[in-house]
């Protein structure tokens, strides 16, 4: 039977710290007393096989990092409504009735921001009607909960309602790693890897690095826990984290709120994290509390009294790092000493102090005219976030001034706004002039219809306390800048509606001509009473499977296709493969699978494919989207990909660094799967993306010397050397490859690397990772 409810306030916490106890006492019997992290404690109690992985290869476990081959089980899978499409096809291939491990789907990316939360969820849901219907009716079929249109942001409502210390948890997201601030490991994964853990089978991770960061002192005033992650960005770079945990630990971990650790860890996937993680500390325990989890917390203090946590109560059990645990990597920052951050334009990592950004902007020609602030999303829209902003607004009201920039709030949860509704404070936003948006992702992913009269080319600048920036992200419009703030600094410059307005130093002139300076701003870190649950059509819809239930997709639709399983690998090497385009600078997931308008076309795979890199950069003629067939004739890259698709001329891409950086989506590997790729070339990757080319059968390469690159241009004709062995071989061997210039007839070979496992070698053979799980199942 079907009932809608709020978990977090009706649901008690499922038996799991009795598995994880005895997983844990495993862990500690091969690893003795050895000091271990915090995140490697979660992630070895999720463990399949505790010896085999920690044992292998290694020195007794003391040195797996960056090298064992983690196999997992995570407690949980989470799906937002973009992903989710892929994600379902794919596990509806597999004919089970149920999921191995629960999962929800969170209705939260296909909602345009425009006029305000109301008419915008109205249209949103007329939009996407066919899509939301085949989601719910998977939804109810296998009986995962389901939260519609307007229930809120998937990481919000993970934060509120899923996330648990000590469990580990997969979303189909990058910014998965949200629910860290509350002690989860949680991992952004594409939608086959969520298959792979719905089906049951064990999921891989290389034992990750663990960077150590340890924080001092207390924030001081201006300063927001997104500080703390815009700061760190400046210092690893986008790729800086990459095959790394990053795990916080020291003094002042106790001063920030849970939701402002959530904040932090929700931005570490900017810097390539595998994920990111706070210890539980009491303000922890008051956000569970808060959102209606008291019993979590008397679980919590049950498992620190359990018998066998040993006198000295291990500190896995109050979910702490071991004192004196090995970190690859130390930074430091002193709170007390922290200044406000603004990053970008269109990268997370470029970050400017606060008491600079005037200069700064000013010596870069950036627009001075601020023409929209925004804040919320699912990195800043705490209670305290937007009680901090309350603060400045109605400082504002008083000395009767309005933002002189457009001003829009994007609340993470229906639960969210209800008690913001509830506490007054979203009548102090909506008298200020805020807009409100619906409860959900909007200007943050593309979904931006602008009322504002700024076109597409227009060269323009916004500030939001979102947490990624890339060019054309927000408004699809590639001229528009991108900085990204803590909510209360976005706030105080939308007031001024300027770039070059410093809140801590200078004023504004109020209409009657006073100058006014705002004070600092000051929040509540939840609310004084529990959350309110809201309007409840928003609440989850939580089921037993119902085999009987029908899944709802038209054979006219141009939003859903079924799946058509991808060939096998051939029995030999590959050969005659074409290099379609040779790529040169960032190639993000956006650019090889843009957002915003395509995300309509999420689950149905020949249509979307239409966009595949349609804004990456040919390096031989500094052109976007422009690819040549053998003949000289110009394509889009997208076209050229089709027309070789259906002249059977397979290929593969060349590019630079960090390759498929930024989300999990796996359209970015299944849409050149789709059409023809075999091999994706390049200098470097992010992690998400590697892995999931590898699970549609995508081949990822590095050029073992980077200069190759310069070797090799489009058209050139390509074969594997070794590639057939070192697959067969189950991921050992080396891989060349051989490219012959079809006008000099010049052949040469070009050393590679690569990182394929054993089960991933597999998953390739077999043609994609879903191949060989259903002939398993
Ligand atoms: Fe949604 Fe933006 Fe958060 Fe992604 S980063 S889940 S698009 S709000």
């Not at 008419?119 to 998977?138: C, H, P, R, W």
């Not at 709802?552 to 379609?580: C, K, N, Q, Y």
């Not at 397979?650 to 799967?673: C, D, F, M």
Request: hydrophobic share 35%; with cysteine.
């Amino acid at each position: 039977t079907s009932s809608r409810r709020h978990l977090s306030t009706a649901q008690s916490l499922p038996p799991t710290y009795e598995k994880l106890f005895n997983k844990y006492t495993d862990v500690r019997r091969v690893l003795g007393k050895q000091r271990l992290t915090l995140a490697e404690k979660i992630l070895y109690s999720h463990l399949d096989n505790v010896e085999e992985s920690l044992l292998t290869d290694t020195d007794n476990g003391r040195s797996i990092r960056g090298k064992a081959n983690l196999r997992l089980k995570p407690d949980r899978v989470n799906m937002q409504d973009a992903s989710a499409q892929m994600a379902l096809l794919q596990f509806m291939s597999c004919n089970l009735e149920r999921p191995a491990i629960p999962a929800s789907i969170h209705c939260d990316h296909l909602i345009v921001g425009s006029k305000g939360a109301a008419d915008d969820l109205e249209a949103g849901i007329q939009t996407n009607k066919e899509v939301f219907d085949f989601l719910e009716s998977a939804a109810r079929k296998y009986g995962m909960d389901f939260w519609p249109p307007g229930a809120g942001i998937i990481h919000q409502t993970v934060l509120e309602n899923y996330a648990l210390p000590g469990l580990m948890m997969l979303g189909t997201d990058s910014h998965s790693p949200n629910a860290g601030g509350l002690s989860t490991v949680t991992i952004g994964v594409g939608g086959a890897d969520a298959v792979e853990a719905l089906v049951g089978a064990p999921w891989e991770l290389t034992a990750p690095k663990i960077i150590g960061v340890e924080l001092t002192g207390k924030l001081g005033d201006w300063v927001a826990p997104k500080d703390v992650i815009l700061r760190l960005a400046g210092e690893l770079s986008v790729r800086g984290g990459t095959g790394s945990i990053i795990e916080y630990f020291g003094s002042g971990v106790d001063t920030l709120s849970c939701t402002g650790m959530a904040t932090c860890c929700n931005m570490g996937a900017e810097v390539g994290a595998t994920t990111s993680i706070f210890p539980y500390t009491d303000a922890s325990a008051r956000y569970l509390a808060s959102t209606g989890r008291t019993q979590a917390t008397r679980n919590i203090d049950a498992l620190q009294n359990f018998p066998g946590a040993g006198a000295d109560r291990d500190a896995y059990f109050r979910f702490q790092a071991d004192e004196g645990a090995q970190y690859d990597h130390v930074i430091q920052i002193d709170l007390s000493k922290l200044e406000p951050r603004i990053n970008g334009p269109f990268t997370p990592d470029f970050a400017t102090p606060l008491s600079k950004f005037k200069d700064v902007a000013r010596e870069k020609q950036w627009p001075e005219a601020l023409s929209a602030g925004l804040i919320g999303s699912c990195t800043n829209s705490s209670y305290e976030d937007m009680t901090r902003v309350e603060s400045l607004l109605k400082q504002a009201a008083d000395a009767g001034l309005k933002p002189a920039s457009d001003f829009y709030v994007t609340p993470g949860s229906e639960q969210i706004r209800a008690t913001l509704e509830r506490d007054g404070t979203l009548e102090t936003i909506e008298s200020a002039g805020g807009i409100l948006l619906s409860n959900a992702c909007g200007p943050c992913i593309g979904q931006w219809k602008r009322q504002d009269g700024v076109t597409k080319g227009t060269k323009n600048a916004i500030l939001t306390s979102y947490n990624r920036n890339f060019a054309g992200r927000n408004d699809g419009n590639p001229e528009t800048m991108n900085f990204l703030a803590s909510p209360e600094v976005v706030t105080a410059m939308a007031f001024a509606g300027s770039t070059t307005f410093n809140p801590m130093t200078d004023t504004l002139k109020t209409p009657d001509g006073r100058d006014f300076k705002f004070a600092p701003p000051r929040g509540l870190e939840g609310p004084q009473t529990p959350f309110e649950a809201g309007e409840p059509s928003l609440g989850v819809l939580s089921q037993e499977p119902d085999p009987s239930a029908q899944i709802a997709i038209s054979p006219t639709s141009d939003r859903l296709a079924f799946l058509e399983p991808f060939p096998a690998f051939p029995d030999s090497e590959l050969s005659g493969l074409r290099v379609l385009v040779k790529v040169t600078g960032k190639c993000t997931t956006d650019t090889i699978s843009a957002a915003g308008p395509w995300l309509k076309y999420k689950g149905h795979l020949p249509n979307i494919s239409t966009n595949t890199l349609n804004t990456a950069i040919n390096a031989e003629t500094g052109e976007v989207n422009a690819a040549y067939d053998l003949d000289g004739t110009k394509h889009t890259i997208p076209e050229l990909a089709q027309r070789w698709k259906e002249r059977g001329q397979e290929w593969l891409v060349v590019a630079e660094h960090n390759y498929g950086e930024g989300s999990a989506r796996e359209h970015a590997a299944l849409q050149p799967r789709y059409l023809g790729a075999r091999v994706i070339l390049v200098k470097s990757f992010a992690r998400i993306h590697q892995t999931n080319l590898k699970k549609q059968g995508v081949v990822p390469l590095t050029f073992a010397n980077e200069a190759d690159y310069d070797r090799i241009a489009a058209g050139d004709i390509v074969a594997t050397v070794g590639l057939y062995d070192m697959l067969r071989n189950g991921g050992q061997g080396d891989v060349h490859v051989k490219v012959t210039k079809e006008a000099t007839g010049e052949e040469f070979l070009i050393p590679t690397n690569h990182a394929i496992s054993k089960d991933q070698a597999g998953f390739i053979l077999a043609g994609s990772a879903l191949n060989l799980l259903s002939k398993g199942l």
